[in-house]
């Protein structure tokens, strides 16, 4: 039976959260003197009531925890977070349809990238930092985030982080999860500081290094500036996002084993982090074949530019330096595989994860030994580690649910009127979390045209995307409300 009382005590808790989080917002605003000052006020006394609420609703809640109302939780927090985070966008009418904004907030927190807001310099320095702020907080996980800040306020913390981390394989650091997450959001935060700071000496102003950062670090894709990163026309701009998308999407729990146990060997020998660099390499040495050859682009600027895209889309950030929809297609379809695959499990990517096609190649090597030699004992083995069968299953039935979803989105958005090659772009983009679709709504333009059903539907596939698919999907298995 779910214990519906631990749950409104949660995400009670966890809203006074959020509301804090408008308050540095607000702060901001205050201090620019700008329009959303009221907003943000109207914003935090609404999610602070909403908090006593729950609270309340949950006084009599015991502490105990169990696996399905971790993933009750987990899911709905981050409904609860982007309805509640929506409310700045509304209140201060910047955005005015309750769907967008929802859109926009639910975007944010799942770092998939994607706007309806078609000239985001028009927000105002508050609102434009609540935008980042999301994405930021998102990147690891909201609920991971709080283990790691408050480990007391969520209880069965590894309930918790099996239901919202990414990957098939969780590592822990120590046997308290709570030092886990301290360490990776340690390592998270350090990345993003260094990344403000290189962004300052490449001229940036302030208030822009520390939003860019922030969105690179999240791998969530959310500018200042319509026009990106390109926006600065800076080769130093360029090289310092493609460092830092490529670090963000190298697992947290192998950057901590190589920075703080020097173990830079498991680092190079690791199965994920070497398909993760040899897609990298590869992808990027095509597109600037095809830049070179096809579009006319000096060999410097082509190799810049396909690293820098191949970097945007593998790690799931969605940032430009260029618009690739003017390119060939076939850099389209090379893009779309990088996004599929996405970076490394346990890192703030989207994407299936490399260490899911490591698991998916090494089975179907197994299986062609096995057509040679019927009575062989083959194990999947992934960096010396046996796969058990259970997790080929659950690998299999991901791949398949993950196609399924986007055939599905497919057909709807087929239905509603939007042409076949967008559909199908934007269903894998939202599903991966990576923004950009290829055509249609490119980099340089909004996904405000789509229609509001679309976008509900879009905001739904972004979650399952960010929460792997089943932590979602199990909530609507009639056996998951049943007593035993």
Not at 77 to 83: E, G, K, L, M
Not at 161 to 177: N, S, V
Request: hydrophobic residues 50%; contains cysteine.
């Amino acid at each position: 039976m779910t214990n519906l009382k631990i749950v409104y005590k949660i995400i009670g808790q966890l809203l006074f959260l959020e509301a804090t989080m408008m308050a540095l917002c607000a702060g901001l605003s205050l201090y620019c003197n700008e329009d959303d000052v009221l907003a943000f006020v109207i914003s935090i006394a609404i999610a602070v009531a909403g908090s006593y609420v729950l609270r309340y609703m949950g006084r009599e809640a015991d502490n105990s925890l169990g696996r399905r109302d971790a993933y009750l939780v987990v899911t709905l927090t981050w409904v609860a977070f982007s309805v509640f985070g929506a409310l700045p966008y509304l209140i201060s009418g910047y955005i005015n349809n309750p769907t967008d904004a929802f859109f926009e907030t639910m975007s944010g927190f799942t770092t998939t990238g994607c706007s309806i807001i078609d000239d985001v310099e028009r927000l105002p320095h508050g609102l434009l930092m609540w935008r980042t702020m999301t994405q930021w907080i998102g990147g690891l996980g909201i609920v991971f985030f709080t283990i790691a800040v408050l480990p007391s306020m969520v209880g069965g913390n590894v309930k918790v982080f099996a239901a919202e981390a990414t990957g098939p394989m969780r590592a822990k650091l120590h046997p308290r999860l709570s030092t886990t997450a301290k360490w990776i959001w340690t390592i998270y935060i350090g990345l993003t500081l260094s990344c403000a700071g290189c962004y300052y000496l490449s001229g940036m102003g302030l208030f822009d290094c520390v939003n860019y950062a922030m969105t690179t670090t999240a791998t969530g894709g959310f500018a200042t500036h319509n026009e990106s990163t390109a926006y600065f026309n800076s080769p130093y701009v360029d090289y310092t996002a493609i460092a830092f998308m490529f670090l963000s999407g190298v697992s947290f729990t192998l950057l901590y084993s190589t920075l703080f146990k020097g173990r830079i060997r498991q680092f190079f020998k690791n199965a994920e982090f070497k398909l993760y660099i040899s897609i990298v390499i590869v992808a990027t040495l095509m597109i600037t074949g095809i830049l070179l050859y096809d579009q006319g682009y000096h060999l410097l600027d082509a190799l810049r530019t396909s690293l820098f895209q191949v970097v945007s889309f593998i790690t799931t950030t969605g940032i430009f330096s260029d618009d690739a929809s003017q390119w060939h297609h076939i850099t389209w379809v090379i893009l779309g595989c990088c996004m599929i695959v996405g970076a490394c499990s346990g890192s703030t990517t989207g994407g299936m994860k490399c260490i899911r096609a490591v698991m998916l190649f090494t089975i179907i090597r197994n299986e062609i030994k096995r057509i040679l030699h019927p009575r062989a004992v083959l194990p999947v083995k992934v960096n010396g580690n046996n796969i058990p069968y259970s997790s080929q299953v659950t690998l299999l039935a991901f791949f398949t649910a993950y196609i399924l979803l986007c055939l599905f989105t497919f057909v709807i958005m087929i239905l509603t009127g939007i042409d076949s090659t967008n559909s199908i772009t934007i269903a894998i983009s939202c599903a991966s979390n990576v923004g950009p679709g290829l055509e249609m709504i490119g980099p340089p333009m909004s996904w405000s045209m789509l229609p509001d059903a679309t976008k509900w539907l879009l905001s739904g596939l972004m979650l399952m995307g960010r929460l792997e698919i089943f932590s979602v999907l199990v909530l609507f298995s009639p056996s998951f409300w049943k007593d035993n």
